[in-house]
């Protein structure tokens, strides 16, 4: 009979910095140790962080991150850890091709004790690895205490065959992955299934431990969890959070104990938080404490500027109100009320002063009339960016991007988008539940995310309320002109939406989309909105992705009609 406790060690990693992911390996192995456990599993490429990109070419940095290995290993042993198995991922070179490897390795009796490189290397939505990486060629299984660890990475086991069927024939105890997994509505559910089946197809119990934390455009939500080899969950860590989970493995049981399982959160509360984390982490690595941003009384607004004081708390959010002529008492009302509920800094600068100096010299109508109004409004949010040392948040949601519904130097300025992932509709969505949450004690900075891992509750907002009832009810305007609303422009958002979601999300052409039902001239109309943006969407700054197609990275539109059908 043989007893192993296996430690799931869920951390967010910064891609670069060897020494804080190492520092952070550490501490997460000695807490494993005081619970006990023989074996301690990281997320992938956890001392380089992930994803690491073209750093991974550079090879003074792959020869950093082997020396801060074994630096790791010898610490460990240093600190009375030489028992412990750590399992942690960096960055290997194939000596054959000096090219660089995704590598997982076994830290134990201060040396690495064994190594496995990934063999499967994604290339598709946000991964480039087969350009960068070269693929590993055969299977790892470490024997701890009596209990044989095979191991993979990743997109390792979402693809038939590889090294998981090999080990499926080596009679391994336990099939170990380590992921660097990102963040997409609904697919919690994909990933349980996929390890059901490997489960399944190795016989034994899948550890799979993901990272958590933002890196750039993309969020890690944690989750990780254990399955048993007849599907059964045993063992799942909360999503957002860093958190080390334990599982209890036992040869003579036919079936293993289930432990801890954290409870799924509501799908409203899942987007929300991924948006606010992926928010959160892109400033701390990026250094800045403190955002600024356009506040219109509008929802998307509104909506950035609660994520912003969920990020980094209402008293480092500088809330700028820009009215102009055309700016309606109400919007500027609820603008105020928006800045106190959150506790934020509340500035007001008019623009009409400078909208009239620049059309007495310029003498614009129309539609170069109406950008010069965001344009202004712009300038003076990067203005506060220069000054205070603060990211400029930009507000503008996934609808208007796909249609080129904002204004390039205009509201288009900043450092990080929020929620341009998020259709119109999905804003709305999310501020009913961040109300709705506020209500039942979820107060400004109280998501359970990195950083709060102990679940503070935040500041109470005050009267129970976010987001004014108000910046959600009303119809959306630009208010660029006297009476504007967005529906003067484009289709309503229900109808748009549901369009966009087809055309783009589910890569629906013409035909497909009359077929949906949609009719033609609302089809045409959306279709050549979104073909014509391109170039708008690719000067936008980057914001978390939250669904299976974002834009950037993941989908590029032809230029021409060619491809349309």
Known sequence: MAQIRIALAQ????????????????????????????????????????????????????????????????????????????????????????????RLVVLHDGVVWAG????????????????????????????VDGVRLGFAICEDIWQDGGPVAELAGRGIDVLVTMNGSPYEEGKTHTRFDLAVKRAQEVAAPVVYVNQAGG??????????????ADGTLLQRSPMFIEHLGLFDFDTETA??????????????EE???????????????????????????????????????????????????????????????????????????????????????????????GVAAENLQARIRGVIVMAYSNSKGVLALATGNKSELACGYSTIYGDAVGGYAPIKDLLKTRVWELARWRNKAAEQGMGVGGLHIVGNESGEHGKPAPNGVIIPVNSITKAPSAELRPGQKDSDSLPEYALLDQVLAAYIEHAHGRADLLADGFDENTVDTVMRLVDRAEWKRRQYP????????????????PVTNAFRE
């Open 11 to 102: 951390i967010d990693t910064c891609v670069g910095d060897l020494e804080g992911n190492a520092e952070k390996t550490l501490e997460y192995a000695h807490r494993a140790a005081r619970q006990h456990a023989q074996v301690v599993v990281f997320p992938e490429m956890t001392l380089t962080g992930y994803p690491i990109e073209d750093l991974a070419l550079r090879r003074t940095f792959r020869k950093a991150a082997w020396d801060k290995a074994n630096w790791l290993a010898t610490e460990l042993e240093a600190d009375g850890l030489g028992d412990l198995y750590v399992v942690v991922g960096t960055v290997g070179t194939d000596h054959a091709s000096d090219k660089p490897r995704n």
């Open 116 to 143: 496995y490189d990934k063999h499967f290397l994604p290339n598709y939505g946000v991964f480039d690895e087969f350009r960068i990486f070269s693929a590993g060629d055969h299977s790892t299984i470490v024997e």
């Open 271 to 365: 987007v929300y938080t991924a948006c606010v984390l992926g928010l959160k982490d892109y400033m701390r690595k990026n250094h800045f404490r403190g955002v600024c941003l356009g506040l219109s009384g509008g929802i998307d607004s509104a909506l950035v500027a609660a994520m912003a004081a969920d990020a980094c708390g209402g008293s480092n959010v500088w809330g700028i109100s820009m009215p102009s002529m055309y700016s309606s008492d109400g919007s500027k009302d609820d603008a105020a009320d928006l800045a106190a509920n959150i506790g934020a800094h509340y500035d007001i600068q008019p623009i009409e002063p400078l909208f009239v100096a620049y059309q007495n010299q310029l003498k614009l109508d």
């Open 215 to 228: 890196q750039d455009d993309l969020v890690f939500d944690g989750g990780s969890f254990t399955v048993d």
């Open 255 to 268: 079936r293993q104990v289930v432990t801890d399982i954290a409870p799924a959160p509501d799908p409203d």
């Open 542 to 557: 980057l914001g978390p992705k939250v669904t299976a197609l974002a834009f950037g990275r993941d989908r590029r539109l």
